[in-house]
């Protein structure tokens, strides 16, 4: 029956409201004779919108209800689904995950039952329940309807939640042992005449061996025989081997229900070379001695489960002590890092990006940091010997053979990774570890998830996030020159060849590892304790320089810090002692230019990065600055000296703002990367210009005392504008300022105006001493009739300009005018002089409005530089700090006078004031303060990282790739960030269209 229009109408909507991609078929299912009773029952829709995929669960539904044997069983079916949630949910969720399950359900239409039952948290099937489920099959094609039915009680507990990833994995490799056995048990049953000759042993390897197993994997296994009784040895391997083989068969050949997994015992000694069954003899002798290293870290996840399993303990008691003897074996940490190079290496190209097992940063990379962790300190630990990938990486992380924070991380990405492959596998119970390519499965995959805002956009980026963080912390576990050592054979023979040395730097990320190695020499030889601190403190610290973009650079910064402060003592008992300042100084010393250049020129900063928890990192307040300054230019004998001292403590603080930024940027081991952008961006741009205030109040203080004694002829204040008046100074930034003073009762104008303008050009000489310190330059371009205009007015000069003569640029130039330094009585005159013509009563009128745009147009016209690519121009590029602070700017001009909020010289402020008085939308008001944020981080990254200001990306790899790093993107991911760059740009310029050109 056909929907009437305005009914069709509304349920398309309400499909597409619930997450269906295909309304007009959902509707005609909807319509469907098996729903007549529920198709407007809202609990089903509300319960299909729920699945990862509701039309796919619609359909399955519907199959569902076709195969029941009659309207009795369908209505009852129905019922039960409608009203019991547990079922509900377990049904739909599993219909909307799994096409081959929904596809099982079908063929089996009562199979629906098994998921009625409904077991609290703590009661999960294990081998004994699932072997009961199978305990009817009695052949091949029975025990794959009866392993399906099991498998749906699983998938339903893992797509409700009911479970985690790792009990899942668990309940799936229990479910494998089941299977076994019972696969065994109907081998030994068409042959009890071998079952009488031998004792037969299966050792589960691998994810099943650890408890680990995926819904569609290979189970690794192998085989060990014994003759049972007074058999022949050969003639109970022989029927060992029929027996195994066939238990085999049962499990991997194809039937009317399908296959259940391969059975793969290519892990054996010789490999599918060797004989399929072997003795615990045979087993032994061939470890002890053929065996490679990748066996042995093979038998990690070694476990017996099924047949004689008194004979499986045998086997991996005998091989247990092997096992752990690994790591002596010579070249053992190369022959690991071989392994994994080869299995990169055979990844066909096309799939190395949706590779989550093999690929970089994927499943692989954890299990094999873990593994050979394990293998290395495991021979003395044995809580470490866990078969068992999670178990085994908290195990290191309680040991304190890994750092907690980096074990957190990689928990967290494998967890995810392993609940991607498992959903990937249970839509079509196929084996693969491909992410699909198609957006409706990525959709379905997403939802899967608990991600519902944007499925698509929202899994790739945790994808990769997770992936790019194995991969740093991989690298930084797998290669740690530090393991050839703890491997050694024994006690004092750990020692590194050159050239062993040289390949460790390299897989590290070193450039020049001959002159690491120099270095290395020279900072760790010998016998005193300097060299045995270093000894200690290196290898942590050339894993740190390694995750950056220049640990080059890093290891040559540490060797002129330490050459500096070598000889003090606090120096190396800091790095050593105080938690993070090793680490805190490794990623300062790598991250760039500007935070080294300001170290090496007062190394005693050093002392700042291990002050309590981070505390010494903390920026100072104006006022502490201000005192500071002003009592080390009290002691100095003149100008020059006190404007020194005031730029020694500027040095100093731009260090700690720096080194901050960089380790919230960058994050450490028991601090991951500051989450909020926006807040290490409002700390730089606070701390900068309030160092900036600081160092000019000195200044003024250092010129009026050497010229006038303690008090000068005028008032004097300094206005702040653009960045400076707005918090947002970079570490590059010019200070824009505006200049007003007041003459003193009893003085003349004309004196007056003689001694400010002493002031002013003698702060402006100071301030341009040639030195080493990142310049302070003093721009008054702001100031009335721009480079025309005197640079110093009294205040009622500035009040005649503006009443009579300001135009429409000046007043939009005082938006940000704030007072920094001098006179706080005359610099809040200022301020109220100023409040009406930048907070106008009545608003701006098109004319007013027009010039605004029609200055932003010239500005960016004649001052992007040639060559430069527009889209990548964080100034003045589309989307970028010019647009969104000029789209602000305008809202203030236009509504502060009404809009109290607006009246900040802050854009963030003004921005969020703007979208709470409903002037901005809010998904409008996020877009330009991501632009903005973003725009500001690169402008100050590219500071950090160059040691001189600019506006856009750099061009040299290894300089780009630290600001790519800065930015939170991993190694070989600059043009991720350069996409990621431009589309927040783009989605910027949309909006100042719409708000700044649009005429809102």
């Not at 029952?41 to 039309?55: C, E, F, K, R, S």
């Not at 070694?302 to 091989?319: F, K």
């Not at 935070?595 to 100072?620: I, K, N």
């Not at 909020?676 to 000019?696: E, I, K, M, N, P």
């Amino acid at each position: 029956m056909t929907s009437a229009p305005g009914r069709r109408s509304s349920t398309f909507t309400r499909l597409l409201r619930h997450g269906f991609t295909d309304p007009s078929a959902a509707e005609r299912l909807l319509d469907s004779p098996e729903l007549a009773t529920v198709r407007n029952d809202p609990v089903l829709l509300d319960a299909l919108g729920g699945t990862a995929d509701p039309d796919l669960a619609l359909h399955g539904l519907v199959r569902m209800l076709e195969a029941q044997d009659g309207a009795t069983d369908r209505q009852e079916l129905l019922d039960t689904v409608i009203a019991a949630k547990p079922l509900r949910d377990r049904l739909l969720g599993v219909l909307g995950a799994s096409e081959a399950l929904a596809e099982h359900l079908a063929r089996h239409p009562h199979d629906w039952q098994a998921l009625v039952t409904y077991e609290p948290r703590d009661l999960h099937p294990g081998v004994e329940e699932f072997e009961r489920g199978l305990a009817d099959a009695a052949d091949p094609v029975a025990l794959r309807v009866s392993y399906r039915r099991c498998l749906l009680s699983i998938a339903a507990r893992d797509v409700c939640g009911t479970v985690d990833v790792s009990e899942t994995a668990a309940e799936l490799a229990d479910l494998a042992t089941a299977t076994l056995r019972r696969a065994l048990a109907l081998a030994e049953a068409d042959a009890p005449e071998d079952a009488a000759l031998c004792r037969l042993a299966v050792i589960a390897m691998g994810k099943c061996g650890g408890h680990e197993l995926n819904y569609v994997s290979d189970v690794d296994v192998i085989f060990v025989g014994e003759a049972a009784g007074d058999a022949d040895e050969g003639q109970a391997l022989r029927a060992a081997t029929r027996l195994a083989s066939h238990m085999m068969r049962i499990c991997s050949e194809t039937t009317v229900e399908g296959s259940i997994w391969p059975v793969d015992a290519n892990l054996r000694p010789e490999g599918r070379n060797g004989p399929l069954v072997r003795t615990l003899a045979s087993h032994l002798a061939y470890y002890q001695r053929w065996a490679k290293t990748w066996e042995f870290q093979a038998l990690l996840k070694a476990r017996p489960v099924a047949g004689d399993l008194a004979l499986g303990e045998e086997y991996t008691g005998a091989l247990r002590p092997l096992v752990w003897k690994a790591a002596e074996r010579e070249n053992f940490v190369a022959d690991v890092q071989e392994m994994r190079r080869r299995v990169v290496a055979n990844i066909p190209a096309a799939e190395v990006d949706r590779q989550l097992k093999l690929g970089p940063g994927g499943l692989r990379d954890v299990e094999f940091a873990v593994q050979l962790l394990q293998l290395v300190h495991g021979r003395a630990d044995a809580s470490l010997r866990s078969g068992t990938t999670l178990d085994a990486l908290k195990a290191l992380a309680a040991g304190g053979y890994v750092g907690r924070a980096d074990a957190a991380q990689l928990d967290e990405a494998y967890r995810f990774l392993r609940t991607l492959e498992h959903r990937i596998q249970l839509h079509r119970l196929r084996r693969t570890h491909l992410v699909p390519e198609h957006e409706a499965d990525l959709r379905r995959l997403g939802r899967s998830l608990g991600l519902r805002t944007d499925p698509v956009a929202e899994l790739t980026r945790e994808w990769r996030r997770h992936t790019s963080v194995v991969r740093r912390l991989h690298e930084k576990l797998f290669y740690r020159p530090l393991l050839d050592a703890v491997a050694a054979l024994a006690p004092g023979e750990a020692r590194l060849s050159a050239e062993a040395a040289r390949e460790r730097l390299v897989a590290l990320g070193y450039a020049d590892p001959a002159a690491a190695l120099r270095h290395l020499e020279a900072l760790a030889s010998g016998v005193t304790r300097k060299a045995a601190i270093q000894r200690t403190l290196l290898p942590v610290l050339l894993g740190w320089f390694a995750d950056s973009a220049d640990p080059d650079a890093g290891l040559l910064n540490f060797r002129k810090v330490s050459d500096a402060l070598g000889k003090t003592p606090w120096y190396l008992r800091l790095l050593r002692d105080e938690g993070a300042a090793a680490e805190n100084l490794a990623r300062v010393l790598s991250a760039g230019r500007l935070a080294p250049d300001l170290l090496m020129r007062a190394p005693e900063a050093v002392a700042l990065l291990g002050d309590g928890d981070g505390g010494g990192l903390t920026p100072r307040s104006r006022a502490s600055l201000e005192q500071e300054i002003l009592a080390a230019v009290r002691r100095a004998d003149n100008a020059v000296q006190g404007v020194t001292a005031a730029r020694g403590v500027r040095r100093r603080e731009l260090f700690r703002t720096a080194a901050a930024d960089i380790v919230g940027s960058y994050g450490t081991e028991s601090q991951p990367a500051e989450a909020d952008q926006g807040a290490l961006v409002d700390l730089v741009g606070g701390a900068v210009s309030d160092l900036t205030a600081a160092t000019l109040a000195g200044t003024l203080r250092a010129v009026v005392r050497e010229g006038w004694g303690d008090t000068l002829p005028t008032r004097f204040a300094v206005i702040g504008m653009g960045r400076f008046g707005g918090h947002e100074l970079g570490y590059g930034s010019d200070a824009d300022v505006l200049f007003v003073h007041e003459p003193r009762e009893g003085v003349s104008e004309r004196e007056a105006s003689e001694a400010a303008n002493k002031v002013v050009a003698e702060m402006r000489r100071l301030l341009q001493v040639p030195s080493a310190d990142p310049p302070l330059l003093i721009d008054a371009d702001l100031r009335p009739e721009g480079k025309s205009g005197p640079l110093v007015r009294t205040l009622g000069s500035y009040e005649a300009y503006y009443r009579r003569w300001a135009l429409v640029w000046e007043r939009h130039a005082l938006l940000r005018a704030e007072p920094v330094a001098g006179d706080e009585e005359l610099g809040r005159r200022f301020v109220e002089l100023i409040d009406p013509l930048r907070y106008p009563s009545g608003g701006l009128d098109e004319d007013a409005v027009r010039e605004i745009r029609r200055l932003k147009a010239r500005m960016e016209s004649e001052r992007l530089p040639r060559g430069a690519d527009p889209k990548l121009h964080a100034k003045l590029g589309p989307g970028g700090l010019s647009d969104v602070e000029w789209t602000v700017q305008l809202l203030q001009l236009r509504h502060a006078a009404q809009v109290p909020g607006l009246r900040t010289t802050r854009t963030r402020e003004a921005l969020a004031a703007a979208r709470e008085a409903g002037l901005v939308p809010e998904e409008d008001a996020e877009i330009l303060d991501e632009a903005w944020v973003l725009a500001t981080r690169v402008r100050n990254a590219v500071m950090l990282v160059r040691g001189r200001a600019g506006d856009t990306f750099p061009t040299v790899p290894r300089e780009l790739a630290a600001v790519g790093r800065y930015l939170g993107y991993g190694p070989g991911h600059a043009g991720e960030m350069l996409d990621d760059y431009r589309r927040t740009a783009r989605r910027a310029r949309g909006v100042v269209e719409e708000l700044f050109y649009g005429g809102q």
